[in-house]
């Protein structure tokens, strides 16, 4: 009696789930093995496997992939109910077949099986497998979708887990072939003990239940890094990396300040935030609303300053379009930028409003003299590319210089003989210090 027969009897022969047998006894095609095949399925045997059976989705998946001559081999285990009762499998010499009702039978092997295993199977966060394990769109790696998530493979990084909320950021950005790459870490729980976070082969993903997923990337990752990660002044990303208005410059915002990166800077960690609005009456002629707002960000950034654009509304105001403001000097304020600084739609109570005019009266290219509780400023038309963020460095409490190279001249923004035009350690500390940066 073969121990092929043998294992029949133990299941019952042919009143077993296997019934009658539709073959004889035969040398498997790899040579080494034999097989029979029955009504309802089929056991094979080799010299160190020894016969262990195969039937239903399973059997037909392995059948589909080539028998004992594909990367499987021969069974090592009958198939068997999975500790969680949902469940059934098949170990195989080079991987593992499992099966449940809803998700239908995949395979799973090599590395990828290897940290499925260790991270506790299908009663792992994982649950069962998706798919069979595939070729990466790239051509590099490999990967298997669970039910709780994916683990992806390649030669350089290893097998690594990703899921929740960072998968779903990581896929949305295109998976591997976006700029982050291949995970280098399954999902880990930050130092802090707040958060979580996958590094990639070029940046990271963070989460936290109160910030949600973030990736940060590049020159900014490297001085969050540098500073501590989450544990620095910054704490946990709050956006994705995001263009300047202009393209020119780069920025990530963090629950406590931004980092700014331009190639004229390098990348700066921003400790304070202006809310910026911005109200338009007339648009610019000479430069754009974004090149006034990038160049803000660029100076402030030098004063650990950064800028948060919050909203832009068109305003339909003739009657104020040619703004009276008197003297512009601090305290006093006319009629009319009374009444045009009284339309705050959105504007919370330190944020810093601009207000797009065609121009002043008398002509000034911007005044920054506002009415007590609304911390604004006018900007005109055919104002220079420094303006804005001169005027609200006024808001900010800094005064006039007589330096053309620094943001603050007295002599005109036009006149600035250094772009970018300087913030000098002083100023910064009276700008950190207003109320309206937070």
């Given at each position: 009696?073969?121990?092929?027969?043998?294992?029949?009897?133990?299941?019952?022969?042919?009143?077993?789930?296997?019934?009658?047998?539709?073959?004889?006894?035969?040398?498997?095609?790899?040579?080494?093995?034999?097989?029979?095949?029955?009504?309802?399925?089929?056991?094979?045997?080799?010299p160190?496997t020894?016969?262990?059976?195969?039937h239903?989705?399973?059997?037909?998946?392995?059948?589909?992939?080539?028998?004992?001559?594909?990367?499987?081999?021969?069974p090592?285990t009958?198939?068997?109910?999975?500790?969680?009762?949902?469940g059934?499998?098949?170990?195989?010499?080079?991987?593992?077949?499992?099966?449940?009702?809803?998700?239908?039978?995949?395979e799973?092997?090599?590395?990828?099986?290897?940290?499925w295993a260790?991270k506790?199977?299908?009663r792992?966060?994982l649950?069962?497998?998706?798919?069979?394990?595939?070729?990466?769109?790239?051509?590099?790696?490999?990967?298997?979708?669970?039910?709780?998530g994916?683990?992806y493979?390649t030669?350089?990084?290893?097998?690594?887990?990703?899921?929740?909320?960072?998968?779903?950021l990581?896929?949305?950005?295109?998976?591997?072939?976006?700029?982050?790459?291949?995970?280098?870490?399954?999902?880990?729980t930050?130092?802090?003990?707040?958060?979580?976070?996958?590094h990639?082969?070029n940046?990271?993903?963070?989460?936290?239940?109160?910030?949600?997923?973030?990736?940060?990337h590049?020159?900014?990752?490297a001085?969050?890094a540098s500073?501590?990660?989450?544990?620095?002044f910054?704490?946990y990303?709050?956006?994705?990396?995001?263009?300047?208005e202009?393209?020119?410059?780069?920025?990530?915002?963090?629950?406590?300040g931004?980092?700014?990166?331009?190639?004229?800077?390098g990348?700066?960690?921003?400790?304070?935030?202006?809310?910026?609005?911005?109200?338009?009456?007339?648009?610019?002629?000479?430069?754009?609303?974004?090149?006034?707002?990038?160049?803000?960000?660029?100076?402030?950034?030098?004063a650990?300053?950064?800028?948060?654009?919050?909203?832009?509304?068109?305003?339909?105001?003739?009657?104020?379009?040619?703004?009276?403001?008197?003297?512009?000097?601090m305290?006093?304020?006319?009629?009319?930028?009374?009444?045009?600084?009284?339309?705050r739609?959105?504007?919370?109570?330190?944020?810093?409003?601009?207000?797009?005019?065609?121009s002043?009266?008398?002509?000034?290219?911007?005044?920054?003299?506002?009415?007590?509780?609304?911390?604004?400023?006018?900007?005109?038309?055919?104002?220079?590319?420094?303006?804005?963020?001169?005027?609200?460095?006024?808001v900010?409490?800094?005064?006039?210089?007589?330096?053309?190279?620094?943001?603050?001249?007295?002599?005109?923004?036009?006149?600035?003989?250094?772009?970018?035009?300087?913030?000098?350690?002083?100023?910064?500390?009276?700008?950190?210090?207003?109320?309206?940066?937070?």
């Amino acid at each position: 009696m073969s121990d092929i027969d043998v294992k029949y009897a133990q299941l019952g022969g042919a009143g077993g789930f296997l019934g009658a047998a539709t073959t004889g006894e035969n040398v498997a095609p790899d040579g080494i093995g034999h097989y029979r095949h029955y009504q309802n399925g089929s056991i094979y045997w080799s010299p160190s496997t020894g016969a262990h059976e195969s039937h239903g989705a399973i059997r037909a998946l392995w059948a589909a992939k080539g028998w004992e001559r594909s990367f499987l081999g021969y069974p090592m285990t009958d198939e068997t109910g999975t500790p969680d009762g949902v469940g059934r499998y098949n170990h195989f010499q080079g991987g593992s077949i499992y099966w449940t009702p809803s998700t239908g039978a995949h395979e799973v092997h090599g590395a990828i099986r290897g940290l499925w295993a260790a991270k506790g199977w299908e009663r792992s966060f994982l649950g069962y497998p998706l798919t069979d394990e595939s070729t990466t769109p790239d051509g590099v790696g490999r990967y298997n979708h669970f039910q709780g998530g994916s683990i992806y493979w390649t030669p350089s990084t290893g097998a690594h887990e990703v899921h929740g909320a960072i998968r779903y950021l990581w896929s949305t950005l295109g998976w591997e072939r976006s700029f982050l790459g291949y995970p280098l870490t399954d999902e880990t729980t930050t130092p802090d003990g707040v958060g979580r976070y996958n590094h990639f082969q070029n940046a990271s993903i963070y989460w936290t239940p109160s910030t949600g997923a973030h990736e940060v990337h590049g020159a900014i990752r490297a001085l969050w890094a540098s500073m501590g990660w989450e544990r620095s002044f910054l704490g946990y990303p709050t956006s994705n990396e995001l263009s300047t208005e202009d393209g020119t410059g780069r920025y990530s915002e963090f629950q406590h300040g931004s980092i700014y990166w331009s190639p004229a800077t390098g990348a700066l960690a921003c400790r304070e935030t202006v809310r910026l609005h911005i109200k338009c009456l007339t648009a610019p002629t000479r430069f754009s609303i974004n090149t006034m707002i990038s160049n803000m960000r660029l100076t402030y950034a030098t004063a650990q300053i950064g800028v948060k654009y919050v909203s832009f509304e068109n305003l339909n105001l003739p009657d104020l379009n040619d703004l009276d403001v008197g003297a512009c000097t601090m305290g006093s304020t006319t009629a009319e930028q009374n009444q045009l600084y009284g339309n705050r739609n959105g504007v919370a109570a330190n944020d810093v409003v601009v207000y797009m005019v065609r121009s002043t009266v008398p002509p000034y290219n911007g005044c920054a003299a506002y009415p007590s509780g609304r911390p604004s400023a006018a900007v005109v038309a055919g104002a220079s590319a420094w303006t804005m963020a001169h005027e609200v460095g006024h808001v900010l409490g800094l005064p006039h210089v007589n330096d053309s190279n620094r943001l603050m001249t007295g002599g005109g923004t036009d006149n600035i003989t250094n772009p970018p035009p300087d913030i000098i350690g002083s100023e910064a500390a009276t700008m950190l210090a207003s109320p309206f940066t937070n």
